[in-house]
């Protein structure tokens, strides 16, 4: 039907190229490769956790160590905030020295984690749902952050921590707080929010850094200008 | 002879450089398997720890207890340390009578964990996140919160809890909330008393005492040291 060299091209591209390009070397490079991204997936985790732990105890030093040096944050609708010296301006001037008071509670519980670690192995995405639970009620942020490795180190490179919804103890079918601008209280922000929007009782989606796990097309939020959903979708 | 002339001169040519190669490709693959095992020993701590979570919170307090090493210890609160899962398994007790009971909650989510396997995979140690809700019959329902720092150990191939530490952050009545209600912790039974009294001394909420982090920092690297404030209580008031 064909050459003898079509044929055998044909039958080498069945093969899949790297294997055959591959010595054992390569295959073990690509091995450690493997490995090494989940064991980074896992570390990407432990820090988002321990930010976590750090923010129940008001250790802002501690949790601003977890920044890397040109690092952002943007948190509820107070916009955003350059370097790891204005994160932890930002957690000192609104939330206080660092050290729980006596008679508050502020525990900022990290669930849910979906984490995505690049093919360089230099940078990833998390998506982790905090859960607050405190004297004044019940808080419901979301983050979709970025990290980077530094001299083998994972750091926080961008936090992004929009607020779904906050109420107090009542309960949300009674009681909605409005989102945070950044004028409600200092220190003001380097830039204004990436994105306006207004949390419960209305609504609005942060964009997923991830495709649809089953289907692989990424779900992009229609966003109207003042980035709540025109429409329900 | 001629044919073996040829064998062992091809062998001559050929051995000694893909031995050597070999011996280097064997110590990568050696390192690869422990770090995979190190993998799948966080999976299984993981896991270890989530059953105690199921399992508690239907309050079967035999397979509970099972999850334990056999010095393994048990410590809740200001409750003191139970040691063995036959003493676990009383100690129990404490938190009802075993078995799902109509009108009881006594659900104990294992959440947020921070796990790490010690290097020769036959230790680890977690920090995890509680959220407690209890109920009994005829009282109004409560939440809870701590903080675990437990150890594991591996015993012919299986992963056990060699120590379990729950931190009370605190306790609140369902509908008042931190706001009007912090239920204080309990004090070590005096009809079953503990094995050990407790590690550390603390109030819980309106307290707001630091459980100790296994880990270090994971950027500094630094032990996790904060300042620990003496709580109001034990402040001298001349």
């Known amino acids: 039907m064909t050459s003898l060299p079509a044929r055998i091209a044909f039958a080498l591209a069945l093969v899949p190229t790297p294997l055959l390009a591959q010595t054992p070397a390569a295959r073990l490079d690509a091995l450690d490769d493997r490995i090494t991204r989940l064991e980074d997936a896992n570390q990407v985790e432990r820090v988002q956790k321990t930010y976590g732990y750090f923010v129940d105890k008001a250790q802002w030093t501690l949790l601003s160590h977890l920044f890397s040096e040109d690092a952002t944050l943007e948190i509820g609708g107070r916009g955003v905030f350059v370097g790891r010296a204005r994160v932890l301006e930002y957690m000192q001037t609104a939330f206080g020295p660092d050290g729980i008071r006596e008679g508050s509670i502020i525990n900022h519980m990290q669930f849910q984690p979906i984490v995505d670690v690049d093919p360089d192995g230099k940078h990833a995405h998390q998506r982790m749902r905090a859960f607050v639970m405190s004297n004044g009620g019940w808080g419901l942020p979301l983050y979709e952050n970025e990290y980077v490795k530094e001299g083998g180190v994972w750091k926080i490179s961008k936090l992004r921590g929009p607020f779904t919804m906050y109420t107090s103890w009542e309960g949300w079918a009674k009681n909605a707080v409005p989102n945070t601008r950044p004028e409600s209280f200092a220190p003001p922000p380097d830039l204004p929010p990436s994105v306006v929007y207004l949390t419960y009782p209305s609504y609005n989606i942060l964009p997923f850094h991830y495709p649809n796990p089953v289907t692989g097309k990424l779900f992009t939020p229609r966003l109207a200008p003042a980035g709540v959903y025109p429409s329900v979708p | ?238």
């Open chain 2, 1 to 238: 002879m001629t044919r073996l002339a040829l064998l062992l001169l091809a062998a001559a040519i050929a051995s000694p450089a893909p031995a050597q190669t070999n011996a280097a490709l064997e110590k990568r693959v050696a390192a690869y398997r422990d770090r995979v095992e190190r993998l799948k020993d966080q999976d299984a701590i993981e896991n270890l720890q989530a059953a105690y979570g199921y399992y508690f919170d239907k309050s079967l307090w035999g397979e509970v207890s099972a999850l334990f090493a056999a010095d393994g210890s048990f410590e809740y609160g200001q409750r003191g340390i139970y040691v063995g899962p036959r003493r676990i398994r009383q100690a129990l007790l404490l938190f009802g009578a075993e078995g799902p009971q109509r009108g009881v909650l006594n659900t104990h989510m294992q959440l947020q964990s921070v796990i790490h396997v010690a290097p020769d995979g036959r230790s680890a140690k977690a920090r995890w996140r509680g959220m407690v809700q209890l109920s009994r019959p005829n009282q109004n329902g409560q939440w809870g919160e701590g903080t675990y720092e437990n150890a594991y150990v591996k015993q012919d191939g299986v992963w056990k809890i060699a120590s379990l530490h729950f931190y009370v952050t605190g306790f609140t009545d369902y509908d008042a909330g931190w706001a009007k209600s912090a239920i204080p912790m309990e004090g070590p039974s005096a009809l079953l008393p503990p094995d050990r009294p407790p590690s550390e001394i603390y109030r819980s909420y309106p307290g707001v005492y630091i459980p100790p982090f296994d880990y270090p920092h994971p950027v500094t690297g630094k032990p996790i040291a904060p300042p620990r404030p003496a709580d109001s209580i034990l402040k001298d008031r001349k």
